[in-house]
């Protein structure tokens, strides 16, 4: 206020006779003056505004949702690799057990024309065609063959009704009037038991490699008269090329054509004693069957 009443109160010290809504003015004019204003402050508030709007953004798109959605994905990516996986497993199991599809199936006995498939099989792709013609057999080289019926004796009794006249008659070493071919040394014990019915006191010779040496079993047939021989196809044919066996005598091959092991193989779903059997046929028995010397039967 004023040092005299006749000052009046709402004069400044600025100047007088203005009025107070100029001094107003001026107030905000000077305090405007000595605020000092940076543009740069705008900006640097933009700047911050940005940032914060921008993290928030970032926070709102961060990738835990899209890790979360990730996950998921790969597992499902990797469920069906280990349905494939079970599925080959699967596949490679019903490949190995074959025997499950033997069971079921019914068992067919072997003819003539299955042993002319196999050998054509064989030779087909290496042969030409006049050899495969040459190795092909006539129905008369072969004997009936076993229906499933037989037992071992009663079907020899049946091919060979004059064993008794042949038996005495053979006197050679080194040969054998009947030739019996099967897949293993206890087959070949077994059809030795089976037999006796038929055999009578003629003489077997055992010719399979399990505990007899092949220099034993020439040394055998060299001393001695046999009637049958019984054995596996390789050792048959280790005794034909080493000129410990001679076949000239021979009048019956018979293989053990039906007759399953314990994996319900037969002799010739075995590959090494199919082989073996192949190249035995070859060697020399097709040739004596065509001659006629020699008769084929599939038991």
């Known amino acids: 206020m004023g040092d005299t009443l006749e000052e009046p109160w709402w004069e400044t010290p600025f100047g007088t006779g203005v009025s107070p809504g100029k001094n107003n003015f001026a107030v905000i004019f000077l305090l405007l003056k000595n605020f000092s204003f940076d543009p740069s402050d ?45 599925a080959v497993k699967a596949k490679r199991r019903k490949k190995k057990k074959i025997s499950d599809i033997l069971e079921k199936s019914t068992p067919k006995p ?125 050792r048959v044919k280790a005794l034909v090329e080493q000129d410990g066996l001679c076949l000239n005598s021979t009048k019956y091959m018979i293989l053990d054509w039906n007759w399953r092991d314990q994996k319900l193989r037969r002799m010739m779903d075995i590959p090494e004693i199919k082989k073996e059997t192949i190249d035995l046929l070859e060697r020399s028995i097709i040739k004596l069957c065509r001659e006629g010397s020699v008769k084929l039967g599939l038991f």
Not at 57 to 71: M, W
Not at 158 to 172: F, S, V, Y
Not at 206 to 230: R, S
């Open 110 to 234: 072997g003819v003539p024309a299955d042993l002319q498939n196999l050998l054509s099989q064989h030779f087909g792709e290496n042969r030409s065609v006049i050899e495969i013609e040459e190795l092909k057999l006539s129905d008369s080289c072969f004997l009936p063959a076993n229906d499933l019926t037989h037992s071992f004796s009663s079907y020899l009794k049946e091919i060979c009704p004059k064993w008794a006249k042949l038996r005495k008659n053979h006197k050679e070493k080194k040969s054998v009037v009947m030739l019996v071919i099967c897949s293993s040394a206890l087959r070949s014990l077994e059809l030795i038991k089976s037999m006796t019915a038929f055999k009578g006191d003629c003489r077997v010779l055992k010719l399979f490699a399990k505990h007899i040496k092949i220099k034993e079993q020439m040394n055998m047939l060299e001393k001695g008269v046999f009637h049958i021989g019984v054995g596996t196809p390789g």
């Open 42 to 86: 705008d900006e640097a508030i933009e700047m911050s505004s940005d940032n914060r709007t921008a993290t928030h953004h970032d926070s709102d798109s961060k990738p835990p949702v899209t890790k979360k959605r990730k996950q998921p994905t790969e597992c499902f990516l990797s469920q069906p690799e280990e349905k494939q996986e079970s």
